[in-house]
């Protein structure tokens, strides 16, 4: 027997609220798509700056090494003949500048080699990897141990607090690494000075069954303006220091693929705070 059953949507407002709900569905569907895109973009590019990035620094190390054999030679011919020119500069000069300059070459190309590291990280297909069950707070605390040396330099007010018996979380261990080391750096260099703080905590929501890591930081603040942009790949306020704005571009990705979210509250002038939240692991 087959029930055939019509319904008639007459309430204006339910069919505006269906309307409404596939237009936000579409405009998510359209954003994975972009994101899907820009990645294989990303990855591509990554790919295309890592071989002759590789040659920049191979031949940086070797220049550095025939500078260092041809160096005797130009220092005897500059006790023997007085002063002379490299690159339109005098030699008692290039002396010292010439291997600053290699070791810039060198420093450069690795930094161009981290930036690709993160770039492939981000373009990385996510899903069904290596998932395991462990202990937010084991990762919080090798967190700490990898950035000790800038907390130190970056603030006396450092302040940890980790749950007792917090449920176990699933998934990627090293990941929810980059994500806590990456929410810290932002922290610290969002720090006028040393004297204001930085606490990270961990704790569970029973009743949201989430654990979740917290970052609060008594820095700069965000401009409401920019709340929105902040996990958006390139978005940077740091241009004159080197901010690449793939960060929380990453992070975001990273923890989304945990089926976690990420949580924003900022006052500009007195600090933020960030919540990463994950859901408790059911098995
Ligand atoms: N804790 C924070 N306090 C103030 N601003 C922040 C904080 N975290 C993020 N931001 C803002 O969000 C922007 C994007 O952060 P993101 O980590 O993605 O990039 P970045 O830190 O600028 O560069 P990168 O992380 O690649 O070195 C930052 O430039 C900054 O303006
Ligand atoms: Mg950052």
Redesign the pocket.
């Known amino acids: 027997m087959t029930f055939f059953m019509t319904v008639i949507i007459r309430d204006i407002s339910v069919r505006k609220r269906l309307e409404e709900l596939a237009r936000q569905q579409e405009l998510k569907l359209i954003q994975a798509n972009k994101m899907t895109a820009l990645g294989t973009l990303v990855s591509g590019v990554a790919h295309e700056i890592n071989n002759p990035n590789q040659m920049i620094s191979l031949n940086a190390g070797l220049l550095a090494e025939a500078w260092h054999d041809a160096q005797d030679v130009l220092d005897a011919h500059y006790q023997d003949s007085g002063e002379f020119f490299l690159g339109g500069l005098p030699y008692s000069e290039m002396a010292q500048t010439v291997p600053v300059l290699i070791h810039d070459i060198k420093d450069g190309a690795s930094r161009i080699e981290r930036i690709v590291a993160?770039l492939k990280n981000f373009a990385r297909p996510k899903g069904a990897d290596t998932r395991l069950l462990f202990s937010l707070n084991d990762v919080v605390e090798r967190s700490l141990r990898l950035l000790g040396h800038l907390i130190a330099r970056k603030t006396s007010q450092f302040h940890v607090e980790l749950a007792n018996a917090l449920p176990l979380m699933s998934g990627e261990p090293q990941q929810i690494e980059q994500v806590i080391v990456?929410?810290i750096?932002?922290?610290l260099?969002?720090l006028p000075d040393s004297n204001h703080a930085v606490s990270v905590k961990t704790y569970a929501d029973v009743e949201t069954h989430t654990v979740n890591v917290e970052?609060c930081?008594q820095?700069?603040?965000?401009a409401p303006e920019?709340l929105a942009q902040?996990?958006d790949p390139f978005?940077?306020?740091?241009q004159t220091s080197?901010?690449?704005?793939?960060?929380?571009?990453i992070?975001a990705s990273l923890v989304q693929s945990h089926g976690g979210r990420l949580h924003f509250a900022?006052t500009l002038g007195q600090?933020?705070t960030?919540n990463a939240i994950f859901p408790e692991s059911s098995s």
């Open positions: 993160d990456n929410l750096v932002n922290a260099e969002a970052v930081d820095g700069v603040g965000i920019h902040l996990c978005f940077t306020t740091k080197g901010g690449t704005g793939l960060g929380l571009a992070t900022s600090g933020t960030v």
